[in-house]
C-alpha cells in the first residue's frame, strides 16, 4: 500500500446517545465512499453533555457501540478507530476515556485510556475536572497496521510532549489524537501543538475533533487536521460536521527521517522523565 488514504471524522456531539452513534456510523460510511483504509472518529463521539449523564452513556468494552465499530469495519473492508468514548471503570460512579481500535475484519486491534486528565481553571468562566469523573489511564498503546506502526493518544494528552516521544520510541509514524478542544485554547494553541508533536516525533499526526456548542459545557473548537512529519497541514476540516481524508506518503517520511535523524540523535540517559 504505496499511500495508504485516512479519513478524519469531525462531529458535533451533544447530549443524545443514540443521535450520536448514528451520526458516527454514517460518517465512517461516507469515508469508505472515500476510499479510506482507515477512518478516525472524535473525542467523546457518544456523548457531550452534563455531568451527571456521562456515566449513563458509559458501556462495558465489548458493547452495543463497539459492536457497531466493529461491524463498519468488517462491512467496508477498513480500519476504524473509534475515536473515545466512555467505558465503565470498577470506581463507584467513575468511567475511562477510552479509544478502541478495530481492524478491516472487525477485530479489536488495541484499547487506550486517557493517561492525562484535564483539569483546568481559566479565569472565573472555565472550569473543568475531568478527574472527578474519569479514572486515567496508565499504558502507552501502539499497534500495527500493515501499512503504518501507529500510536495513540486523546486530546489533554497533546499538551504532554514525553507521550509522544515515547510513542514515536516505540515505532510509532502515525499518532491518532481525537480531541474536543475547547475553543478559548484551541484557537491559540490547537494547530501549533499538532504541528509540533508531528515535527518532534517526524510522524504523521491524524486529529479528529469535536466542534460545536456542547449542553452544560464549553464550545469545542474543530479544526480537525492531518499534520506531516514536516509540519505541514496537508488537511483541515471546515467548520461543521463532515469528513476529509488525506493520503499518507511513508517514502516522503523516511525521507525525513534520513535527512534529519534527530530521532537517532536523542540522549535520553541525560533526561529527567
Known amino acids: 500500500m504505496a499511500k495508504p488514504r485516512i479519513a478524519v471524522c469531525q462531529m458535533d456531539s451533544k447530549n443524545d446517545k443514540q443521535a450520536n452513534v448514528e451520526t458516527a456510523l454514517s460518517l465512517l460510511d461516507k469515508a469508505a465512499e472515500t476510499g479510506a483504509d482507515m477512518a478516525a472518529l472524535p473525542e467523546m463521539f457518544t456523548f457531550m453533555g452534563d455531568k451527571e449523564g456521562y456515566r449513563t452513556a458509559a458501556e462495558e468494552i465489548p458493547g452495543s457501540v463497539t459492536e457497531k465499530l466493529s461491524q463498519k469495519a468488517s462491512d467496508h473492508s477498513m480500519w476504524v478507530h473509534g475515536g473515545s468514548m466512555f467505558e465503565i471503570a ?52 501502539t499497534f500495527d497496521t500493515g501499512f503504518a506502526t501507529a500510536g495513540l493518544a486523546i486530546c489533554y494528552d497533546l499538551r504532554f510532549p514525553e507521550l509522544f516521544s515515547s510513542l514515536a520510541g516505540e515505532g510509532a509514524d502515525v499518532i491518532i489524537l481525537p480531541a474536543a478542544f475547547t475553543k478559548h485554547t484551541g484557537k491559540d494553541h490547537w494547530e501549533s501543538l499538532l504541528r509540533a508533536r508531528a515535527i518532534e516525533t517526524q510522524s504523521y499526526v491524524i486529529a479528529p475533533g469535536q466542534i460545536g456548542d456542547k449542553p452544560n459545557s464549553v464550545p469545542s473548537y474543530g479544526r480537525s487536521m492531518v499534520v506531516d512529519p514536516w509540519g505541514n497541514v496537508i488537511a483541515k476540516a471546515s467548520d461543521s460536521v463532515g469528513v476529509i481524508t488525506a493520503d499518507l506518503d511513508f517514502e516522503y517520511l523516511d525521507r525525513i527521517q534520513q535527512e534529519l535523524p534527530s530521532l537517532e540523535h536523542k540522549r535520553k540517559e541525560l533526561y529527567r522523565i
Open 90 to 141: 470498577k470506581e463507584d460512579g467513575k468511567v475511562h476515556n477510552t479509544t478502541v481500535v478495530f481492524d478491516p475484519d472487525g477485530e479489536q486491534r488495541a484499547q487506550y485510556r486517557k493517561i492525562h486528565l484535564f483539569d483546568v481553571e481559566i479565569g472565573d468562566e472555565v472550569v473543568t475536572q475531568e478527574s472527578a469523573r474519569v479514572v486515567p489511564g496508565e499504558n502507552i498503546v
